[in-house]
Nanobody, 127 residues
């Protein structure tokens, strides 16, 4: 069974950093793209960082550009989201998701493309 297991969420103060991990189980990330999404209370889920189909570079939503960095360690089948200079508006449940590279079509985060989802991890930014 293909699973993504997330960890690393927590409560931090504004300006601090967190690093989320997303470990694949039951499949290898070699042929998959990982996207990061978040859902704040009362809001729709939004894409945070995803691989662009056309170039393989990473798309970041405007509100996190320059602060968040997505990376991966294919040897350990783990993806990461480094989040710096966190703001209260970054408070949300964060999800990682995987899509087969062969099926990736969008240059932005299109959650309908993603096949496997993590369980989500809570990030709370508050003083």
């Amino acid at each position: 069974q293909a699973l993504l297991v997330e960890s690393g969420g927590g409560l931090v103060q504004p300006g601090e950093s967190l690093k989320l991990s997303c470990e694949a189980s039951g499949f290898t990330l070699d042929y998959y793209a990982i996207g990061w999404f978040r859902q704040a209370p009362g809001k729709e889920r939004e894409g945070v960082a995803c691989i662009r189909s056309s170039s393989g570079s990473t798309y970041y939503t405007d509100s996190v550009k320059g602060r968040f960095t997505s990376s991966r360690d294919t040897f350990n089948d783990t993806a990461y989201l480094q989040m710096n200079s966190l703001k209260p508006e970054d408070t949300a449940v964060y999800y990682c998701a995987a899509v087969a590279l062969a099926l990736l079509r969008a240059d932005v985060c299109d959650e309908d493309e993603y096949e496997v989802w993590g369980q989500g991890t809570q990030v709370t930014v508050s003083s």
